[in-house]
């Protein structure tokens, strides 16, 4: 698991939850000495520990914690990954082309034989999305979570429209819907 990836839980569970809830979770997992940097690569079993443990702490379903992170990492994830986002991007071009031009640049880099999940973008009408997610870890609920933190970052929603699921993989629909401009209100 690339530590980039763990360094932010750490920091979306102090903020949604509190120091202490991390500190639980980590002791929970078996894990309270590690410290996680953005720069190394860790087991893959740490952020299933992880993640169970604070599971448990939160009272939070796996999949809507997984969720809510993939959510939240995205403004944190392109702030850190800005130099490899071309400025004229919005969300779909950003979600058209994450797998190839960031997530397997990024990953790749640290470890050449990583493993990281496959995401599969294709637009199957102006602004509606097809996103297919394969890899050996059950994690799509976060990739889910992902695509609305890219929206919610580009000014944008997400409107979920279909959502399949199988065995180490996932294939969502969402259409992107840009923000609705407030009316201004002029004096009269």
């Known amino acids: 698991m690339h530590g980039v990836i763990l360094y932010h839980l750490r920091q979306f569970a ?75 991007w919005n969300a779909r071009d950003f979600l058209l082309n994450v797998e190839e031009q960031v997530h397997q640049k990024v990953v790749r880099l640290k470890d050449p034989e990583a493993r990281p999940p496959r995401i599969e973008v294709r637009e199957l009408a102006p602004g509606v999305l097809e996103i297919g997610y394969r890899s050996h870890r059950d994690m799509s609920a976060l990739a889910l979570g992902a695509v609305h933190g890219v929206a919610g970052y580009f000014g944008e929603t997400a409107e979920l429209m279909e959502d399949a699921s199988g065995e180490g993989q996932r294939r969502f629909v969402v259409r992107l819907v840009p923000a609705q401009r407030k009316a201004s209100l002029s004096a009269v």
């Open 14 to 88: 102090v903020e949604r939850f509190g120091p202490d809830c991390w500190d639980n979770a980590q002791a929970a997992a078996g894990l309270e000495d590690q410290v996680y940097v953005p720069v190394r690569l860790y087991p893959d079993g740490d952020m299933d520990a992880l993640v169970a443990a604070l599971e448990d702490e939160t009272a939070l379903h796996r999949n809507d914690l997984l969720e809510a992170f993939g959510k939240w990492v995205i403004p944190p994830l392109i702030n850190m990954y800005r130099a490899l986002i071309p400025r004229h």
